[in-house]
């Protein structure tokens, strides 16, 4: 499985190589312009970028090297509806791997895509501690980057680690990050769910059937101890455990040993442990509720996801990746958001985190269904009801001014004021009111598109379409 990023200003385009991308078993993300596919690439990693020439912002060749440049160096395939007969020369100094016309087949993506990859397998490409391949781990906020920085340590040795954090932070999305950075990448990563294991059950579920394990073949072996040969075993919530199994697991991890029937059983495996927990093991340990042996055995490294609530503009990149996705899974155009759809995401606590968020977006998209554009009606009623009865409403007998005029030493409206008679077109009051939105949100963030886009919740290709429209670039 690759990581694909597809830039290109046509979003029909890109849901067509998205879809196809899906098909080949590849991860992707889409862009609209080169600004932001750019950013995309410094900050998340990818083995290959599809890369129109004519984007509303730049020249594509010309960003050529910037991509080049970022950490994971991805490969670039340019796709362009120009046909310069020059072109692919010309790409190829540039630095492209290949050039391919529109309209193009998906036999023509399918090989140049599988030839890119093959020659960066032939190189070797291993990703730096600034190019890990992210599986999805979205976000610029200090605490997870400061997460992300221990993910090398923890990839790129034999180190036990522990990962911490709320119920729906991230942690198994971390430890297939992991998994996926390491030398193990290629073998399996496997679950232990360790909720509601007995003594009994966790000695079938790691050794299977000892009696059809040959001594010394650990492929050959039933239970997920084997299977995770070579591989990573993950034990997930391992807080959970009753104490009389977290001696046994802990010996079985320190000795790669199994006692079976009064004797000593040699577990032939070599997989990496990576734990979780959504609990203090400390605290535990000092209350005589873990075993303190398993706790020194696991943390090696230790990684502590932060809460969804506080990792600011962070929401709002997590909610429109998981609003692409679920798109892309329905087979509908990527839809836009309102800025009160954002104000409303970012005042809600989120106390399931990631998770809940992720569980919001879809939802909100299953409501949604055709519509262009998403409003806050479309969210879970419970999650704009929770931000209502926070906002501190104005007490029962406090007058309602929100449908007097505003005074005029109260904020200013944006809304462009008009004559009675002749009474304007409601277009011509949309378009004029847009157009004065548009004036005042690009001087508060003084010209600033990408900040402008975020506030606004308007992707950079809309944006510089109304900008065009109303002459303000």
Known sequence: MASILIIDDDQMICDVMARMMNKLGHESQIAYTGSVGV?????????????????????????????????????VIIITGDSDPDGAEMAIKFGAWSYIEKPFRQHEISLELSRALQFRREKGEVPTSGGLKRKGIIGRDSRIKSCLEKVPDAAYSDSNVLITGEMGTGKKLFARTIHLNSI????????????????ATIEKRLLGDANQTIAGAAASGTGLLYKAHNGTLFLQEVDTLPCEIQDTLAQILKTRTMAENGKAHRIESNFKVIASTTRNLDSLVQDGAFNSELLGILDDVRISLPPLRGRGQDITSIALFYIQKYCAARSLDTKGVTPEFIDIINQYSWPKNVKELS???????????????????????????KVIQESNPPAPDTPRESARPRSSKGPETIVPPFDSSPFPKLKTVMEDTEKAYLEKLMSHTANNVTKACSLSGISKSSMYQRLRKYGLV
């Open 359 to 385: 569980t919001a977006m879809e939802m909100a998209v299953a409501s949604a269904q055709n519509e262009p554009t998403m409003y806050s009606i479309h969210l879970p009623p419970y999650i704009k009801s």
């Open 39 to 75: 950013e995309l690439a410094q900050s998340d990693f990818f083995d290959i970028v599809f890369l129109d020439i004519n984007l509303p912002d730049a020249n594509g060749l010309g960003l050529i090297s910037s991509f080049k440049a970022t950490p994971s160096s991805p490969e």
């Open 184 to 199: 193990r990448a290629d073998n399996h990563f496997v679950i232990l769910e360790c909720s509601g294991l007995t003594r």
